[in-house]
Nanobody
Framework: QVQLVESGGGLVQPGGSLRLSCAASVSIFSINRMGWYRQAPGKQRELVAVIFSNGHTDYADDVKGRFTISKDNAKYTVYLQMNNLKPEDTAVYYC?????????WGQGTQVTVSS
């Protein structure tokens, strides 16, 4: 079992920044992949960013150059640094982890970008 707890969401103005954190209940050193999805009202959940156990990262096209995913193995934590936020980034952001064949999810954290 892997428990994931997100934090760091909130209300920010367009152009602002937020850093999301995802704290795992177990070591993340060897977890195959972890990352972030988001779901806006009335839309399907979409992949935002992923980080693999070897440190390789990948991003959705609309966040490339603005978002950065990273991890701290010693703190069992994955981060999502979000810069130059836009209103269309407004969504609930979910952390996920895939250690083997099963996917674990966090409870989600709301990010609202509005003036």
């Amino acid at each position: 079992q892997v428990q994931l707890v997100e934090s760091g969401g909130g209300l920010v103005q367009p152009g602002g920044s937020l850093r999301l954190s995802c704290a795992a209940s177990v070591s993340i050193f060897s977890i195959n992949r972890m990352g972030w999805y988001r779901q806006a009202p009335g839309k399907q959940r979409e992949l935002v960013a992923v980080i693999f156990s070897n440190g390789h990262t990948d991003y959705a096209d609309d966040v490339k150059g603005r978002f950065t995913i990273s991890k701290d193995n010693a703190k069992y934590t994955v981060y999502l640094q979000m810069n130059n936020l836009k209103p269309e980034d407004t969504a609930v952001y979910y952390c996920y982890a895939v250690p083997m064949m099963r996917t674990y999810w966090g409870q989600g954290t709301q990010v609202t970008v509005s003036s």
